[in-house]
């Protein structure tokens, strides 16, 4: 077996994370790298920083995975007298390539959201909020039965019959069409003025929205009437099975601060460690997560009808007003755990590395990868307040003071 080359590798994870699920405001994909360069060695990391680089060149990496973005901004320099033209400049220097993949990872099936439901114990998950599923055309055609299935291979062949792992799918039956060819017409059946009839065969056939113009036209490049017969009819559109955040099911419920342990036990120690709102002892079974900053998620939260929702990066005000409606609202739900940035993707890693490996060897070439060993969660320490503080003492107002 083999290297696969760096463009094999953006294939493989390409497929696994497609970039045109990322937010529009992102930056995903290759940032540098010779596509030609081959690849043996694979370093996974959540943080494209200077110490994740040294672990790179150190390891004599090919390549390096992030999920955050190096360049989530536009840049007018990548010189090396700035921060980030450095790393950039030791990448090209040591021929190590670098790729992202940061919110088309988090909505993917077996990404970021699915990997920390994973890990925390979660079954049964489904989007949190899912993402709407392809739009579809049906493309319905009559065909003399003789040709029906030349017409099923040409419209296979231009993205059409494509559900899920399954490809060339169709539908036909059979009738009877009819119709009368004027003097200026060319009927690759019947005669001009006269009426003819024909056993046909109805095919249909789904494919994407996006290949309509394409599918048509090998339609009609296949078909042998020079008129054909055909609808494109819009299908309903439905939630995706990928989106953001999962929600699943605890396989045996338990009490809120017997939860939050369980997931600071999951995840990587951090500075931060685990914190929740909600009463240590309220019960907790249906739980919702959102890898990374989830607090813009609280009304899908609400939605699911979850007992707990983990997520990092929880602002102190909308935390606030989330607990303070439940409470006016006569509920104890959602309970709220809030982890560590780096710790709530850190699970991704490990996932994403197994799976390139896997795919590299279904291709028939081979990659080494790794998971960085390296934190790089930017905060190093945390002093603990007593276990019951005392409130502050109120004093008098200076004599005078209103």
């Known amino acids: 077996m083999t290297a ?27 940032v540098t790298g010779d596509p030609e360069q ?25 390549l390096v995975v992030t999920h955050h973005p190096l360049l989530l901004r536009p840049v007018h320099s990548i010189a090396a007298t700035t921060f980030k033209g450095a790393l950039l400049h030791r990448l090209v220097r040591s021929g190590t390539a670098l790729y992202t993949a940061h919110t088309n990872a988090d909505a993917a099936a077996g990404g970021v959201n699915d990997a920390l439901a994973e890990a925390l114990g ?67 059946i019947g005669s001009a003025g006269q009426a003819s009839r024909v056993v046909e065969a109805r095919v249909e056939m789904v494919a994407p929205r996006r290949l309509r113009a394409a ?62 709102a909600g009463d240590p002892d309220g019960r907790v079974e249906r739980v919702a997560v959102v890898g990374g900053s989830g607090d813009s998620f609280f009304d899908a939260v609400r939605a699911a009808g979850v007992d707990a929702y983990v997520t990092a990066d929880l602002r102190h005000h909308p935390t606030s007003e989330l607990r303070e409606r439940a409470e006016h609202e006569g509920s104890s739900a959602p309970y709220l755990v809030d982890v560590a940035h780096f710790a709530s993707e850190w699970p991704w890693l490990a996932l994403a590395a197994r799976t390139l490996a896997q795919d590299a060897a279904a291709a ?29 003492a109120f004093r008098e107002p200076p004599e005078g003071h209103p």
Request: charged share 20%; net charge negative; hydrophobic share 45%.
């Open 4 to 30: 696969p080359s760096l463009a094999d590798v953006v294939r493989l994870l390409e497929r696994r994370y497609p970039p045109g699920t990322a937010e529009s405001w992102d930056a995903v994909g290759l």
């Open 215 to 276: 599918v048509v036209a090998a339609m009609r490049g296949a078909h042998p009437y020079e008129e054909p017969a055909f609808d494109v009819l819009e299908l309903a559109s439905w939630p995706g099975a990928t989106g953001t955040g999962r929600v699943g099911t605890l396989r045996a419920p338990t009490t809120l601060r017997e939860f939050a342990a369980a997931v600071a036990a999951a995840l990587p120690a951090t500075a931060q460690g685990v914190r929740f």
């Open 364 to 392: 028939g070439t081979t990659v080494e990868t790794r998971v960085s060993t390296v934190s790089t969660d930017p905060w190093t320490g945390r002093v603990a307040s007593p276990e019951a503080p005392e409130a502050p």
């Open 122 to 188: 979660l079954v049964g998950t489904d989007p949190l909020d899912p993402a709407p599923a392809e739009p579809l055309d049906k493309h319905v055609v009559f065909v003399p039965v003789a040709e029906a299935e030349r017409l099923v291979d040409a419209l296979a062949a231009a993205g059409a019959g494509a559900i899920g792992e399954y490809t060339r799918c169709a539908w036909t039956s059979t009738g009877e069409g009819t119709f009368t060819p004027s003097d200026a017409a060319s009927p690759a």
């Open 38 to 62: 081959p690849v043996r060695r694979v370093l996974f990391a959540v943080d494209p920083v200077a110490v994740v680089v040294d672990e790179a060149v150190g390891w004599d990496a090919d």
